[in-house]
Structure formats: structure tokens, C-alpha cells
């Protein structure tokens, strides 16, 4: 069965340019969460969604990020425009339900230069 | 707010010995605990949760933890480690969304 699918892997990118990160979630999982890791700040929650509705978008940093998911099998978060402070390792995780496991993607590093 | 701290940065251990990583939570009713486990450049994967019964449970790859609620302690054990157990270990809380302690990175000496 295929896992959470996250694209692209690596980006790098000029300060000031917009950056799209993709996530596929497992099929028949209704949960979607957006993760940022640093080494500074650890793993912080961005948002999440239940079936495809944002439910928590608390801990996005700042205007300059967006999530949108339009459908149960497809997400993105968009920086724009993107800063050094960017860099990151940003997660997407699925889950079926709750209290429940969550199922990580192998993540998206993002550098800023 | 629900949290956990994770008061250990870096462990080593011998492969072959026991292994136990600290956990605390911070919640006044029963929570839900989970540990996760990070190998480099992959997302996290469950090791094991606790949500209620019995307060020993056993997860994959051989891992165990028990909650403890006079201590506010959730503690990840392995009996003997494997040189690949060497990872990034990652208490975590909560209902929906969890909230991730710092980690403990694992290292494991020959």
C-alpha cells in the first residue's frame, strides 16, 4: 500500500519566490496535517484538516503561508513569498481517525537562500 | 495545554544493553501518548500509543513503555538494542493533533 506521498523531496529556491509543496495522503484517511521540523523549534503542527475543511490553521507563521486541500486526495502549502526562516523540513501526515496513528510522508526540504 | 518534555538530547548505548528514554507529560486527566521514532531523511512512524487500560504496552521492533501517572512519566524500553535502533525518538500527546516533545537522539555504540 503506498504511504503518504510528498513532492517535491528536496527545493531549493531565492528569497522572495514561491514555493508549492504537495502531499497525497493514504486513501480513506480523513485528516490531513501540514508539520514544519527545525532544528530550532522541533515539530511544530501548521494545520490540519478533516475531511478536507481546515480545522486548526494556528500555527501557520504568517500570511505568507497557505493550505488548501480541494479534495481527500490532494494538499498543498504554499509560501509566498519564501524567506531564509523558511528552511525546513516540512511534513505531511494522514490519519483515519481519532485518537489515532499518524502516517508521516518522508517530508519536503526547503531551502531558502 | 497538553505537553511533554523530553529531558534527554543525545543517549549511547552498547548494542546488547537495555535502553530506557524519558518521557514526561503535562496533563491533568488521563492522556493520550504515543512515541515515534525517526531514522535520517524519513518521516516518523508509531512506535507504540497509550490511551488507556493497562499501563505497560508493547509496541513494534521490540519496544515497550509504561505510563506511569505518579511520576506524569511515559518511558520508552528495549530489553537490548540493535545497531539499528540508532534514530531520533519522539514522545508526543494529544487527541487529534499531537504536540511532539524535542526528541532523543539515539546513538548506539558498537
Known amino acids: 500500500d503506498a504511504g503518504v506521498i510528498q513532492s517535491p523531496r528536496h527545493e531549493v529556491t531565492e528569497m522572495g519566490q514561491e514555493v508549492t509543496l504537495r502531499c497525497k495522503p493514504i486513501s480513506g484517511h480523513n485528516s490531513l496535517f501540514w508539520y514544519r521540523q527545525t532544528m530550532m523549534r522541533g515539530l511544530e503542527l501548521l494545520i490540519y484538516f478533516n475531511n478536507n475543511v481546515p480545522i486548526d490553521d494556528s500555527g501557520m507563521p504568517e500570511d505568507r503561508f497557505s493550505a488548501k486541500m480541494p479534495n481527500a486526495s490532494f494538499s498543498t502549502l504554499k509560501i509566498q513569498p519564501s524567506e531564509p526562516r523558511d528552511s525546513a523540513v516540512y511534513f505531511c501526515a494522514s490519519s483515519q481517525q481519532a485518537p489515532g496513528e499518524l502516517f508521516f510522508g518522508e517530508g519536503s526540504r526547503l531551502t531558502v537562500l | 495545554a497538553q505537553s511533554v518534555t523530553q529531558p534527554d538530547i543525545h543517549i549511547t548505548v552498547s548494542e546488547g544493553a537495555s535502553l530506557e528514554l524519558r518521557c514526561n507529560y503535562s496533563y491533568g486527566a488521563t492522556p493520550y501518548l504515543f512515541w515515534y521514532v525517526q531514522s535520517p531523511g524519513q518521516g516518523l512512524q508509531l512506535l507504540l500509543k497509550?490511551?488507556?487500560?493497562?499501563?505497560l504496552v508493547q509496541g513494534i521492533k521490540g519496544f515497550e513503555a509504561e505510563f506511569k501517572r505518579s511520576q506524569s512519566s511515559f518511558n520508552l524500553r528495549k530489553p537490548s538494542v540493535h545497531w539499528s535502533d540508532a534514530a531520533e525518538y519522539f514522545c508526543a500527546t494529544g487527541f487529534q493533533k499531537l504536540v511532539f516533545g524535542t526528541g532523543t537522539r539515539l546513538l548506539v555504540s558498537p
Open positions: 497509550y490511551f488507556s487500560g493497562d499501563t
